[in-house]
């Protein structure tokens, strides 16, 4: 069953605006990451983290660790029209390497 | 950037081939997956593999078949397609050998139509 929430399900924005996303779950996690799908192509690490409280930057996108290990926000700065697409959360919380996947959120820009 | 290929891009076949959908990555990674993703759905783990010579099956039950026996290629076939199989099959790789990384780095994918 979805041990993540990921929410919202879906955005839409208009240019220039800030968005906001977060994963949560009841279990604690140690590895988050944040990817993004453009249709018809593979994911694509945005941000890897990978200690509880960590805050890491990528150009406009800024992701944080959750203190309690149970979540992670994804922060995007002045969107642009290349931002669209769908935005996932996973996270490993076991030794075994395979990750655990939220159901994406469908980031739309206003015309 | 991930080195990491997946052919073909599109395939389309009709029900009962059989069809394998290559993977191969060249950043020497010795974790390699297989997931399956219907059009703006989560994705789904069908099988992984943690090195040469073994292949276990993920959290979604599939009807094809992996093997691992170069650390660079992880194919996957489908000996009788039908048309439930239509999905698109992403292909993974991750952790430099001997690193405890998890970070996992995608293929393009490929896009399986079975009529």
């Known amino acids: 069953g979805q041990q993540l929430n990921q929410s919202p399900q879906s955005m839409f924005i208009q240019e220039g605006e800030d968005v906001s996303m977060n994963c949560t779950s009841s279990s604690i996690f140690n590895t988050w990451l944040w990817y993004k799908q453009d249709p018809g192509e593979g994911p694509v690490l945005l941000i890897a983290?990978?200690?509880a409280g960590e805050l890491t930057s990528n150009g406009r996108l800024t992701a944080q660790f959750g203190i309690t290990r149970k979540d992670s926000f994804l922060n995007i700065s002045a969107s642009i029209p290349s931002d669209v697409g769908i935005y996932f959360c996973?996270?490993?919380?076991?030794?075994?390497?395979?990750?655990?996947w939220g159901a994406g959120t469908k980031l739309i820009i206003k015309p | 950037e991930a080195d990491i290929y997946q052919t073909p891009r599109y395939l389309v076949i009709g029900t009962g081939k059989k069809i394998t959908l290559e993977c191969s990555q060249t950043m020497g990674h010795d974790k390699m997956y297989w997931y399956q993703q219907d059009p703006g759905m989560e994705l789904h783990l069908i099988h992984y593999s943690y090195g040469v010579n073994s292949t276990e099956k993920g959290d979604l039950s599939s009807e094809s078949t992996v093997s691992r026996i170069r650390t660079e290629h992880f194919p996957l076939t489908l000996e009788s397609a039908r048309p439930s199989h239509t999905s698109q099959y992403l292909c993974?790789?991750?952790?430099?050998?001997?690193?405890?990384?998890?970070?996992?780095?995608f293929g393009p994918g490929t896009r399986l139509t079975v009529l």
């Open positions: 996973a996270g490993n919380k076991d030794s075994n390497y395979q990750l655990i």
């Open positions: 993974a790789s991750s952790g430099d050998l001997g690193s405890t990384t998890d970070t996992q780095y």
């Open positions: 983290l990978y200690k």
